[in-house]
């Protein structure tokens, strides 16, 4: 039987939010016992929800970790702290971004930098936290489309660990929980909502794992993450108001011919995305107006020099999938 079988999905017209809660609350607390554990918090909705489970089974035993990967959006980690200190949880970072471009250094391969993301994590950046807390326990939101995409192949999870053999004891000493496993993301949401998360948490698009370096097609660098970084700003202003799954920007590798200031120049390419889907096992792009995407185009190359094209993705997922590495 496959680790997919085994692992039983709770549909969302099927979720009792509140029993389920309780359900989680009390594996958590069973699990760490008395001891300490680390929540890895990057702010989307999946990992808020761990670390309010989290705390609300162990309290201040739970300690939360947001990781500054130097691959994340403009101003996420004080967002974050922000959002979080409200709702009276303090949340620990760890600058972490050349640990991040030392292992993304070279590799192209999207599998590999999915590869050298994991790595960089439970390898190089949770041990580390883990000892100076003095705790084996580490909890983190792989939800259920995680799991499948992984185990069947399409796109392997940064996060996804026992589900494709590893174990976590003998390879990053520690044990992992995962407590929205059975879940997907609308299910989530439901949860977070009940857990009492702000509507900007519980609405909020999602967002990789390996943040900007799943926008990056070709070798991660900090020149290339700037770009991105810039092309995701100005995509979710626009885009925010359209109430889409998920939109994003992706930076292309190839450099292409265009014209500034009266000039030839090889500049970059943006790709936007906008999604409609329920849950991201499938999803198909929001027929966006040409005047709106004229205007997203307009603001990406006057507002980032480097770039000269920005192109629209019109495949559905699949065959095409909502991230592009």
């Not at 079988?5 to 979720?15: A, H, Q, S, Y």
């Not at 918090?41 to 739970?62: C, Y």
């Not at 977070?192 to 909020?204: N, Q, S």
């Given at each position: 039987?496959?680790?997919?079988?085994?692992?039983?999905?709770?549909?969302?017209?099927?979720?009792?939010?509140?029993?389920?809660i309780?359900?989680?609350?009390?594996?958590?607390?069973?699990?760490?016992?008395?001891?300490?554990?680390?929540?890895?918090?990057?702010?989307?909705?999946?990992?808020?929800?761990?670390?309010?489970?989290?705390?609300?089974?162990?309290?201040?035993?739970?300690?939360?970790?947001?990781?500054?990967?130097?691959?994340?959006r403009?101003?996420e980690?004080?967002e974050?702290?922000?959002?979080?200190?409200?709702?009276?949880?303090?949340?620990?970072?760890?600058?972490?971004?050349?640990?991040?471009?030392?292992?993304?250094?070279?590799?192209?391969?999207?599998?590999?930098?999915?590869?050298?993301?994991?790595?960089?994590?439970?390898?190089?950046?949770?041990?580390?936290?883990?000892?100076?807390?003095?705790?084996?326990?580490?909890?983190?939101?792989?939800?259920?489309?995680?799991?499948?995409?992984?185990?069947?192949?399409?796109?392997?999870?940064?996060?996804?660990?026992?589900?494709?053999?590893?174990?976590?004891?003998?390879?990053?000493?520690?044990?992992?929980?995962?407590?929205?496993?059975?879940?997907r993301?609308?299910?989530?949401?439901?949860?977070?909502?009940?857990?009492?998360?702000?509507?900007?948490?519980?609405?909020?698009?999602?967002?990789?794992?390996?943040?900007?370096?799943?926008?990056?097609?070709?070798e991660?660098?900090?020149?290339?993450?700037?770009?991105?970084?810039?092309?995701?700003?100005?995509?979710?202003?626009?885009?925010r108001e359209?109430?889409?799954?998920?939109?994003?920007?992706?930076?292309?590798?190839?450099?292409?011919?265009?014209?500034?200031?009266?000039?030839?120049?090889?500049?970059?390419?943006?790709?936007?995305?906008?999604?409609?889907?329920?849950?991201?096992?499938?999803?198909?792009?929001?027929?966006?107006?040409?005047?709106?995407?004229?205007?997203?185009?307009?603001?990406?190359?006057?507002?980032?020099?480097?770039?000269?094209?920005?192109?629209?993705?019109?495949?559905?997922?699949?065959?095409?999938?909502?991230?592009?590495?």
């Amino acid at each position: 039987m496959s680790r997919l079988k085994r692992l039983k999905e709770i549909p969302l017209e099927k979720l009792n939010a509140k029993k389920f809660i309780l359900e989680k609350t009390k594996e958590i607390q069973a699990k760490v016992g008395a001891e300490k554990a680390i929540c890895a918090l990057s702010g989307g909705v999946d990992s808020a929800v761990v670390a309010m489970l989290g705390h609300k089974a162990i309290g201040n035993r739970m300690k939360t970790y947001f990781v500054d990967s130097g691959l994340m959006r403009d101003g996420e980690k004080e967002e974050v702290i922000e959002t979080f200190k409200q709702l009276g949880i303090h949340v620990n970072t760890i600058q972490a971004s050349k640990i991040f471009f030392n292992r993304l250094k070279g590799i192209k391969d999207p599998e590999k930098k999915r590869e050298a993301i994991t790595f960089a994590f439970y390898r190089d950046v949770f041990p580390k936290i883990m000892k100076r807390e003095g705790t084996k326990f580490l909890l983190h939101g792989t939800n259920y489309t995680d799991i499948e995409e992984t185990v069947k192949g399409i796109k392997r999870q940064h996060n996804i660990l026992s589900q494709i053999g590893l174990n976590t004891i003998k390879e990053f000493g520690c044990i992992v929980l995962e407590p929205l496993a059975e879940l997907r993301k609308p299910a989530i949401r439901v949860i977070a909502k009940e857990l009492g998360l702000p509507k900007e948490i519980y609405e909020r698009v999602p967002f990789p794992g390996p943040a900007l370096a799943a926008r990056v097609i070709g070798e991660v660098t900090l020149q290339k993450i700037a770009v991105v970084r810039k092309a995701t700003k100005i995509v979710e202003e626009e885009l925010r108001e359209t109430n889409a799954f998920q939109y994003l920007a992706i930076l292309h590798e190839d450099k292409i011919t265009g014209i500034k200031e009266n000039k030839r120049v090889f500049g970059n390419q943006i790709e936007v995305r906008c999604w409609e889907s329920e849950d991201a096992s499938k999803a198909r792009p929001t027929e966006l107006s040409y005047q709106k995407l004229a205007r997203i185009a307009q603001r990406i190359t006057n507002e980032i020099p480097s770039v000269v094209s920005v192109t629209y993705n019109i495949s559905k997922k699949p065959p095409s999938t909502i991230e592009a590495v």
